[in-house]
Nanobody
Framework: EVQLVESGGGLVQPGGSLTLSCAASGFIFSRYSMYWVRQAPGQELEWVSTINAGGSHMWYTDSVKGRFTVSRDNAKNMVYLLMNSVRPEDTARYYC????????????????WGQGAQVTVSS
């Protein structure tokens, strides 16, 4: 059974940093690209970042480029999202996803999702 468990969320001040972690199990982790998706209160799901299976290529939505860094440790079956210079608009629940479908928009009912980690950016 595929399981994705996020951790590391919490309250952080604007300009601060936070690292989200996602522990994966139930599949051969090193064979899959992994995704981070977020949902702000009252907003639609938004793709944040992708990292390929080997960890050599990463992609980001424009609003987090230069501030967020995605990484993975295939030996530990872990994927991370380092969030620097956070802003109030980064407040959202962040999900770790496998097999994300983004056509035409993020499809919540497809792929494998963790339970999410809440990030709140506020002073």
């Amino acid at each position: 059974e595929v399981q994705l468990v996020e951790s590391g969320g919490g309250l952080v001040q604007p300009g601060g940093s936070l690292t989200l972690s996602c522990a994966a199990s139930g599949f051969i982790f090193s064979r899959y690209s992994m995704y981070w998706v977020r949902q702000a209160p009252g907003q639609e799901l938004e793709w944040v970042s992708t990292i390929n299976a080997g960890g050599s290529h990463m992609w980001y939505t424009d609003s987090v480029k230069g501030r967020f860094t995605v990484s993975r440790d295939n030996a530990k079956n872990m994927v991370y999202l380092l969030m620097n210079s956070v802003r109030p608009e980064d407040t959202a629940r962040y999900y770790c996803v496998r097999d994300l479908v983004r056509s035409p928009t993020v499809q919540r009912n497809l792929g494998y999702w963790g339970q999410g980690a809440q990030v709140t950016v506020s002073s």
